[in-house]
């Protein structure tokens, strides 16, 4: 099956420890996103990749680090700088092109105790 | 900058009512793409439908319709006969076109909860 993977599904830190979230899609896209949710605001864009080794930083980015050495995969590391944690992450995949819609996978919620 | 607003934070209907979610958006390009996702209590975004500026055509699938109006810069979702199934949040989102540097910009999203 086709799609985006994303592990794990509940995840607990304690605060000061950075954390990394999986995501890995077998869409072939070349591109793939990383979103934060938290109540009543929508999702906001964290980094985001349209080739392997190279990615930009989104609208909220701070405390947060990503990597893209291959293109299946594009992990999401939550450092000790982030202020506020906890969240629902969502990862997403696409094809690079004007106007194409993007794959989201099934999400990653995290809480910091 | 660009900006996408439901003013609907949670809506309720009884089942097989007929219901329609707003979406307003603002961009300064002449060329932009709209979508419609749907998020169940699963969490995953499903996508729905996408639109570009320059189709205003409405479209219909289903029990679903699109009402795509650039003179008020709105982009509504209607369901007919709404079903428990239909219970959700609905994300409106607006993309820029920007040759691959495609980035979307979320709402806040509607809840939508359907009363059986």
């Known amino acids: 099956d086709g799609g985006i993977t994303q592990s794990p599904k509940y995840l607990f830190r304690k605060e000061g420890q950075n954390v990394t979230l999986s995501c890995e899609q077998n869409?072939?896209?070349?591109?793939m996103y990383w979103y934060r949710q938290d109540p009543g605001q929508g999702l906001r864009l964290i980094y985001y990749s349209q080739i392997v080794n190279d990615f930009q930083k989104g609208d909220i980015a701070e405390g947060y680090s990503v990597s893209r050495e291959k293109k299946e995969s594009f992990p999401l590391t939550v450092t000790s700088a982030q202020k506020n944690p906890t969240a629902f992450y969502l990862c997403?995949?696409?094809?690079?092109?004007?106007?194409?819609?993007?794959?989201f996978g099934p999400g990653t919620r995290l809480t910091v105790l | 900058a660009q900006k996408v607003t439901q003013a609907q934070t949670e809506i309720s209907v009884v089942e097989k009512e007929d219901v329609t979610l707003d979406c307003v958006y603002e961009?300064?390009?002449?060329?932009?793409?709209l979508f419609w996702y749907k998020q169940p209590p699963s969490g995953e975004l499903v996508f729905l439908i996408r639109r570009n500026s320059f189709d205003e055509q409405n479209e219909i699938s289903g029990r679903y319709s699109w009402n795509f109006q650039k003179s008020t810069s709105s982009f509504n979702f209607t369901i007919t006969a709404s079903q428990v199934v239909d219970s959700a949040v609905y994300f409106c989102?607006?993309?820029?076109?920007?040759?691959?540097?495609?980035?979307?910009?979320f709402g806040t999203g509607t809840r939508l909860t359907i009363i059986p």
């Open positions: 961009t300064r390009d002449t060329t932009y793409y």
């Open positions: 989102a607006l993309s820029e076109s920007n040759f691959g540097n495609e980035k979307l910009t």
């Open positions: 869409l072939n896209h070349d591109a």
């Open positions: 997403a995949s696409s094809i690079v092109a004007s106007g194409n819609e993007q794959f």
